[in-house]
C-alpha cells in the first residue's frame, strides 16, 4: 500500500542555522500538508500546497518557513533560522478523496 | 475554538474489552476521520465516514456519526495491548486542514 515517505527521521541542528525537511507524498495526491507537534502537545497545521502553489497557511508559518515541490515526487519544508522553539515532530500528509495519510515524521531537535 | 474534541482524555480497559471513545465538533462537515498515533510515532489514517453515512465498520472498528448533535464515537471491539494509542478526530477548517484536538488515550492492558 502507497505511504508517504519522510527523510530525515530525526535531525539536530543548531540554532539559526537552516533544514530541510522531505517528504515524497503519494503518488497520485495532489494536496500536500505540514503539521508539527512539540513535545507533548497538540498536532498542528502549518501549511497546505495545492497546484504548485499555498493554499492555505496558519499563523505559525511565518516568514521563516518555506514550501517547495522541487519535482513531481517531493515536497521540501524549509525553515531558514532555526529557533529552539521549532524543535518538534514534524509531519507531512497527502490528501485524496477527502483523507488525509501521513507520514512518519520527522523528529527536528534545535540546540 | 474549531477543534473537534475527544472524550473521555484517557481511556483503561483491560484486553478483550471493548473501548468507546466520542467527538463532539463545532462547525458543519463534509467528512469526519478518526486517527491513531502511537507514542512519539506518526498518525494512522483509521476511517473516513461521511456526513450522509451514520456507520461504518473496518475491521474491529466501528464509526457512528450524529450530525444533528454533531458527534461521532469509535468503537473498538476486542482491544488488544497493541491497540494502546491516542486517537482523534480532527476537525477541519475553513479549508481542508485538520485541527486536531487532544485526543483519547487508550491503555490497554494484558
Known amino acids: 500500500e502507497p505511504e508517504v515517505t519522510q527523510t530525515p527521521s530525526h535531525q539536530v541542528t543548531q540554532m539559526g542555522q537552516e533544514v530541510i525537511l522531505r517528504c515524497v507524498p503519494i503518488?497520485?495526491?495532489?494536496?500536500f500538508y505540514w503539521y508539527r507537534q512539540i513535545l507533548g502537545q497538540k498536532v498542528e497545521f502549518l501549511v497546505s500546497?495545492?497546484?504548485?502553489?499555498?493554499?492555505?497557511k496558519s499563523e505559525i508559518f511565518d516568514d521563516q518557513f518555506s514550501v517547495e515541490r522541487p519535482d513531481g515526487s517531493n515536497f521540501t519544508l524549509k525553515i531558514r533560522s532555526t529557533k529552539l522553539e521549532d524543535s518538534a515532530m514534524y509531519f507531512c500528509?497527502?490528501?485524496?478523496?477527502?483523507?488525509?495519510?501521513f507520514g512518519p515524521g520527522t523528529r527536528l531537535l534545535v540546540l | 475554538s474549531q477543534q473537534g474534541e475527544e472524550d473521555p482524555q484517557a481511556l483503561s480497559i483491560q484486553e478483550g474489552e471493548n473501548a468507546t471513545m466520542n467527538c463532539s465538533y463545532k462547525?458543519?462537515?463534509?467528512?469526519l476521520q478518526w486517527y491513531r498515533q502511537n507514542s512519539g510515532r506518526g498518525l494512522v489514517h483509521l476511517i473516513l465516514?461521511?456526513?450522509?453515512?451514520r456507520e461504518k465498520h473496518s475491521g474491529r472498528l466501528r464509526v457512528t456519526l450524529d450530525t444533528s448533535k454533531k458527534s461521532s464515537s469509535l468503537l473498538i471491539t476486542a482491544s488488544r495491548a497493541a491497540d494502546t494509542a491516542s486517537y482523534f478526530c480532527?476537525?477541519?477548517?475553513?479549508?481542508?486542514?485538520?485541527?486536531f484536538g487532544k485526543g483519547t488515550t487508550l491503555s490497554v492492558s494484558s
Open positions: 480532527p476537525s477541519q477548517g475553513t479549508g481542508t486542514a485538520l485541527i
Open positions: 465516514i461521511r456526513s450522509n453515512e
Open positions: 462547525t458543519s462537515i463534509n467528512n
Open positions: 503518488s497520485n495526491h495532489l494536496y
Open positions: 500546497f495545492y497546484n504548485n502553489e499555498i493554499s492555505e
Open positions: 500528509a497527502s490528501r485524496a478523496e477527502g483523507s488525509q495519510y
